[in-house]
């Protein structure tokens, strides 16, 4: 979708190895979110960033770190991956206050062997 | 913390049938509902939402939804779907009681096939 990016789209990683994956917005927005896609499991969250400097844990943070350094980019890390960590994860932003619509990034799809 | 239920996993149609994807929520205070679809190979995009008022919500495509609150339900449909409708439809609700749209919770989605 328009106004939020990620990158990068597609990588394979080896049990063990470090990432980080990015997104960035220019719709000047406060809240973004990180998401994981499982077959059957729906989304579901694994951090989310109020503002600029603050982030706090969702559903599924284990093994995840992220970084809200500034009000355009939330990043999300994996510091050591491991193959339950396989999955498509998609960055998402948070329209005008309490109206609930998000605009998704169009995923990135990780792979951990 | 609330829930939201997607009673079908996958829901085969013919063209031109009419649709209904299931929802089910729980909330015990106020209540925002949404419904998302996400088209092969995207992100999700928002379909429809209830915040208040009306409870027949109309959302793009063709789509809409009625708000039940005695049967705690928010079931999508489409008179007549197009191939173009085939998709996965996810239900989603704030995960806290307050509403708000901070961390919305998502159900586990339903296949759309439409087959000619």
């Known amino acids: 979708n328009a106004g939020v990016t990620q990158t990068p789209k597609f990588q394979v990683l080896k049990t063990g190895q470090s990432m980080t994956l990015q997104c960035a917005q220019d719709?000047?927005?406060?809240?973004m979110y990180w998401y994981r896609q499982d077959p059957g499991m729906g989304l579901r969250l694994i951090y989310y960033?109020?503002?600029?400097?603050?982030?706090d844990k969702g559903e599924v943070p284990n093994g995840y770190n992220v970084s809200r350094l500034n009000k355009r980019e939330f990043s999300l890390r994996l510091e050591s991956a491991a193959p339950s960590q396989t999955s498509v994860y998609f960055c998402?932003?948070?329209?005008?206050?309490?109206?609930?619509?998000?605009?998704f990034g169009e995923g990135s799809r990780l792979t951990v062997l | 913390a609330q829930s939201v239920t997607q009673l079908d996993s996958q829901v085969p149609v013919f063209e031109e049938a009419p649709v209904e994807l299931r929802c089910n929520y729980s909330?015990?205070?106020?209540?925002?509902l949404f419904w998302y679809v996400q088209y092969p190979n995207q992100g999700l995009q928002l379909l429809l939402k209830?915040?208040?008022?009306?409870?027949l919500v109309k959302g793009i495509n063709g789509f809409e939804a009625e708000f039940n609150k005695s049967q705690t339900s928010f079931h999508l449909r489409k008179p007549s779907v197009h191939i173009s409708d085939t998709a996965e439809y996810f239900c989603?609700?704030?995960?806290?009681?307050?509403?708000?749209?901070?961390?919305?919770?998502f159900g586990k989605g339903t296949k759309l096939t439409v087959n000619p």
């Open positions: 998402a932003l948070l329209g005008a206050e309490n109206t609930g619509e998000l605009f």
């Open positions: 719709m000047n927005h406060n809240s």
């Open positions: 960033s109020a503002s600029e400097g603050t982030t």
């Open positions: 909330s015990s205070v106020s209540v925002y």
């Open positions: 209830y915040l208040s008022g009306s409870t």
């Open positions: 989603a609700h704030p995960s806290s009681p307050q509403g708000g749209s901070e961390k919305l919770v």
